[in-house]
């Protein structure tokens, strides 16, 4: 791997997005560029612009109290570390915590029993989070372990002075929080493991995504011996047999037998299809019956899946413009919790002249209430979960600031062939000229325009391959720029093409195609693009959400009009040059954001120059460059209103995350402060507040979007 190359390491020890801000910063001070570290996934990409050694950069992460390790382990069905350490916890501190329940001269509240008790758990926490707090610290941006190591240390040391100085004096009582230190130790440990629990569930999009690449495959040997391999041992060329209900292991081509093949799980699409000799399958898709053989084409990190599992990974850890302000606050957010709960035990033991017992406990309660860790996880929980259920619905959305623009865009613009309309032709009508019927006319131009490479002439083939019959034709021959002519086996003669071949018998040129049959016309045929499921719809419902429906397209003002009129597009441009389509993107941008729907192609300079760019393309043809967006089914418009849906709630559960982040801080903190919150009480509160902006992130996954 060349130096400059983007590369993702693997770290373990990140436990809040605070953690995730320090090794970002430590990165970009070596010199790094695009950093994007992401706690939950417990990934750090970056540009090694600086030209560091590897060894450099892992030195510089571990420095911060954090470990960089080859391979995320994979935890199902095991206690995960954390959680081992809350466990562990809980067993010391259970009894501890009951003391209170009972009389001074019950065993455990004897002074050593409850020392005994709380070292083990006190140095849990000290080693868990004095490890994080102190890299947070060397990184500049400290995080909300710091709190945590202040609070608990600061109960432990109170008590332990009581225990020293006070030996075996009733007085010592008076000094004992030894249940305190070790409370809010396995409370916050409780935190920290729903916490990871909630996440992994934020980021079951990519596990799903993995599991699709996990299979085994029948590779067929050249003497004919059939062997079963594992999807990573498969190899460009090798020959794979897949029957009903096998998955299908890597991209190729089918060449012996058929069969039904469900491609959901790749591009959304429900209907499943049907797949013959040369036909194109993907890695991860179902038969559903049948049998195939396939050559192997592409393999490993080359298949389509592949690509879509790391292009949603990368989404993952890009950052909207909203985060930017919860990510403000929780740079300075503990320093100043720090002084706000100096404050307190000042302004408590000094002013006030509370007892000092209760001035350590409510400056501790201030330190623990406080979560910067909820501001951090508003907006990448939201993030991952909107852009796991667009993936799974075949919409791959290339980034946190994509859905972002998408849910504020006020212009949404569709060029027209192969975007609005498949790029395929079907015969709109027909007009009879002479005495001829009209199954005679689907016969002579189905059997005409099978020696013609033209794309109209080979949409209507495929149009009229169901409901005609060939009729034997010879001579035939291509008149250039006009169409074809041939004879049938009766001698007649048979023309058919543009008005060119029929304006010495008509003057009506409203036709798309003439047939003349011994030089007299018989028949006029009007044809038009077939329209993509569900475009009307689409178009209405993108309507009723206020957004500004507009046709870029270069085909002729005419049928523009007249397919705006059908489907309902308010704002037609017809006519433009590729150029001219950029001028009016960057006019349309000036009025808002502006969102541009084409097919990735022709389209391309317009969806670079776009908010956002839609590209509407088929799986193999995944990885569209200039899109910010891409539609693996490219048959059906609905994802179009699919994709602006989530990402319009997407935002919305971003902006309710972090309402409920600072409400949560504005509101606790002050009640700490005055003393109305034990800190145990205030280390639950605390330890539930990641939980529920994690949980209305999940919520995402199901809900009803509208």
């Not at 209430?369 to 951090?376: D, Q, R, W």
């Not at 606790?668 to 639950?684: Q, T």
Request: aromatic share 8%; proline share 2%.
């Amino acid at each position: 791997m060349s130096e400059n190359n983007h590369i993702t390491l693997n770290v373990e020890g990140m436990t809040c997005a605070n953690c995730a801000l320090g090794i970002k910063k430590q990165l970009e001070k070596k010199g790094m560029e695009n950093v994007n570290v992401n706690f939950s996934t417990g990934e750090a990409s970056y540009t090694n612009s600086a030209k560091l050694s590897l060894e450099e950069i892992k030195a510089s992460i571990n420095g911060l109290g954090y470990k960089v390790i080859d391979k995320v382990k994979d935890e199902d069905g095991k206690l995960s570390p954390i959680e081992k350490k809350f466990y562990f916890s809980l067993i010391f501190t259970i009894p501890l915590f009951l003391h209170m329940f009972f009389s001074h001269d019950f065993i455990l509240n004897n002074v050593w029993v409850q020392l005994s008790l709380c070292i083990p758990v006190f140095v849990v926490g000290l080693l868990h989070f004095g490890k994080s707090a102190f890299g947070s610290l060397k990184s500049g941006v400290p995080n909300m372990d710091v709190l945590i190591v202040i609070g608990i240390t600061s109960a432990f040391g109170y008590s332990l002075y009581g225990t020293m100085v006070y030996l075996g004096l009733p007085e010592a009582h008076d000094y004992l929080f030894y249940e305190t230190a070790a409370t809010i130790t396995t409370l916050v440990l409780l935190g920290n493991v729903l916490e990871h629990r909630s996440v992994k569930q934020t980021t079951t999009a990519i596990k799903e995504l993995n599991q699709l690449q996990k299979t085994e495959a029948k590779r067929v040997l050249p003497n004919g011996d059939v062997e079963l391999v594992d999807y990573t041992d498969i190899k460009e060329n090798d020959i794979l047999q897949f029957n009903s209900g096998d998955k299908i292991a890597v991209d190729g081509e089918v060449i012996w037998g058929d069969a039904i093949v469900n491609e959901a799980m790749i591009s959304g699409e429900s209907a499943p299809v049907t797949k013959g000799i040369t036909n194109k399958v993907v890695g991860g898709t179902i038969v559903e019956d049948g049998s195939i053989k396939m050559k192997a084409e592409k393999v490993g990190n080359e298949t389509v899946l592949s690509k879509i599992i790391e292009m949603v990974k990368n989404a993952q850890q890009d950052q909207p413009a909203i985060q930017k302000l919860g990510d403000k606050v929780s740079a300075i957010f503990v320093p100043i919790v720090i002084g706000i709960s100096t404050l307190t035990f000042v302004l408590t033991y000094f002013v006030f002249d509370f007892a000092l017992q209760q001035a350590m406990m409510q400056s501790i309660a201030v330190l623990v209430i406080s979560c910067p860790c909820a501001m951090g996880l508003a907006t990448p929980t939201a993030v991952m979960v909107g852009i796991g259920r667009a993936a799974k619905k075949g919409i791959l959305i290339k980034g946190g600031s994509t859905l972002e623009q998408f849910a504020i865009g006020k212009n949404i613009v569709f060029d027209k062939t192969g975007t609005l309309t498949t790029g395929k032709f079907i015969i709109k009508s027909t007009k009879l000229y002479a005495l001829v019927e009209e199954q005679e006319l689907k016969n002579l131009l189905f059997s005409l325009e099978q020696h013609s490479s033209h794309p109209i002439a080979k949409s209507i083939v495929e149009y009229l391959k169901s409901d005609a019959t060939n009729v034997d034709l010879i001579d035939v021959k291509e008149l250039k720029g006009k169409g074809l002519e041939a004879k049938d086996a009766h001698g007649n003669h048979y023309q058919l093409g543009s008005y060119r071949l029929a304006e010495n018998l008509t003057a009506n040129q409203t036709h798309s195609i003439y047939l003349i049959k011994n030089k007299e016309l018989i028949a006029g045929v009007d044809i038009e693009d077939e329209l993509k499921d569900n475009v009307a719809e689409t178009i209405a419902l993108l309507n009723q959400q206020g957004l500004n429906t507009v046709m870029l397209s270069g085909d002729r003002d005419g049928k523009c009009q007249e397919l705006a009129q059908t489907i309902g597009i308010k704002t037609v441009y017809s006519q433009r040059l590729p150029e001219e389509k950029l001028l009016k993107i960057d006019e349309l941008q000036k009025s808002g954001p502006t969102i541009m729907v084409g097919d990735g192609i022709n389209d391309a300079p317009a969806l670079a120059k776009s908010s956002v760019g839609i590209s509407l393309s088929n799986a193999t043809q995944v990885a569209v460059q200039t899109a910010q967006i891409v539609l693996l089914n490219d048959k059906d418009l609905s994802q179009v209103y699919e994709s602006y849906l989530i990402s319009k709630h997407t935002l919305k559960t971003i902006k309710q995350n972090l309402f409920w982040a600072f409400f949560y801080n504005v509101v606790a903190i002050p009640i700490a402060a005055f003393g109305f919150l034990n800190p145990m009480v205030a280390a639950l509160a605390m330890a539930f507040s990641d939980v529920i902006v994690i949980g209305n992130s999940i919520r995402l996954k199901s809900k009803k979007l509208s």
